[in-house]
């Protein structure tokens, strides 16, 4: 749950955040090619957030990483996720047009 290499990971992304000038980095579940099954190389949100549900998206920001999922999952991200993370409930549209207002 708490692990020094998913700590890493998000501290990986922050920094080209920064390097980057960006405001956020999304990552879905879906890959490149929206398949129905996603390939183990390709569990990109899993691999930075440590949620292996089949649906969610996460939003990385210089002082946020935040999971999107559905009521379904939602037992199974509190237990998966770090302190690092935030579960929301809300959809990220409405988050994200938070975060600039």
């Keep these: 749950r708490d692990s020094p290499e998913l700590q890493e990971r998000l501290s990986d992304i922050r920094e080209q955040i920064v390097r980057h000038d960006l405001d956020a980095y999304i990552i879905q579940t879906a890959d490149e090619h929206q398949s129905e099954e996603i390939r183990e190389c ?12 089949t649906a969610g998206k996460c939003v990385i920001t210089r002082e946020k990483a935040v999971l999107f999922t559905d009521g379904r999952y939602w037992t199974q991200a509190l237990k998966q996720l770090s302190p690092q993370w935030e579960l929301q409930k809300c959809d990220m549209v409405s988050w994200l047009s938070r975060l600039s207002s």
Excluded: A, L, Y
Aim: hydrophobic share 25%; aromatic share 16%; no cysteine.
């Design 42 to 53: 390709d569990r990109r949100r899993e691999f930075v957030s440590g949620f292996d549900g």
